[in-house]
């Protein structure tokens, strides 16, 4: 069975202090691995997807990063305007098409 | 357009009501998905439907039933439902076919049964 566990659960942080986000996931054969952002009350937000290990994507103040096991979601000088939620998910081959598994989120708090 | 529309943004009904949620994405995008999602908790997929085909219901319960009327369009009609279907109901897209997408999210539709 597919599983993702992120972690931290939740993680607080002032302006400017940088940090990540990790995604430990297992899989018979991973096809792809996604990263999405969440503010309270709204749907996800796609932020990137990752195939192979070793392939990294950044966007502003972000860039993720895959392996064989896990994936990493860096934030660089953070602004409280990146408080959300963040959801990583994983397609897996034999997977039907489509589905995703998901991890329970890292909730980020960015103070001013 | 990069979009996919929910309507309505809120729901109230009661347990012997009829409703339906509508979505519309105008992307070309070939899959469409609806999710449930409760209070911090990721997004739990219900169905799954491909060049306008249900491919993947998660042993949902019958008083939800969905249809997707062409490529653009996907209902959720609602019946019978319990205070337990109580979520934020999303629904998404993505390119579809046997490539493995990012999905491309709605707003939500907030549900609350009485």
């Known amino acids: 069975e597919d599983q993702v566990t992120q972690s931290p659960e939740a993680l607080r942080l002032q302006e400017g202090e940088s940090s990540s986000l990790n995604c430990s996931y297992t899989v018979s054969g991973l096809r792809g691995l996604f990263w999405y952002r969440q503010d309270p009350g709204k749907g996800p937000e796609f932020l990137f997807t990752l195939y192979s290990a070793g392939e990294e994507k950044e966007k502003e103040r972000l860039k993720a990063t895959l392996t064989k096991k896990e994936s990493f979601l860096h934030i660089t000088a953070p602004k409280p305007e990146d408080s959300a939620t963040y959801l990583c998910?994983?397609?897996?081959?034999?997977?039907?098409?489509?589905?995703?598994?998901f991890g329970d989120g890292t909730t980020l708090t960015v103070k001013p | 357009d990069t979009e996919v529309t929910q309507t309505p943004k809120h729901l109230v009904m009661g347990m012997t009501n009829k409703k339906s949620l509508k979505c519309e994405q105008h992307m070309g995008h070939r899959a469409m998905y609806w999710y449930k999602q409760k209070a911090k908790k990721p997004p739990e997929l219900m169905f799954v439907y491909s060049y306008e085909k249900l491919s993947i219901n998660e042993s949902v319960p019958s008083r939800f039933s969905p249809e997707c009327p062409n490529s653009s369009l996907l209902n959720l009609h609602l019946h019978a439902l319990q205070p337990e279907d109580s979520a934020l109901y999303l629904c998404?897209?993505?390119?579809?076919?046997?490539?493995?997408?990012?999905?491309?999210f709605g707003p939500g539709t907030r549900l609350t049964v009485l």
């Open positions: 998404a897209s993505s390119q579809g076919g046997q490539i493995y997408n990012e999905q491309f």
């Open positions: 998910a994983v397609q897996a081959v034999g997977t039907n098409a489509g589905k995703s598994t």
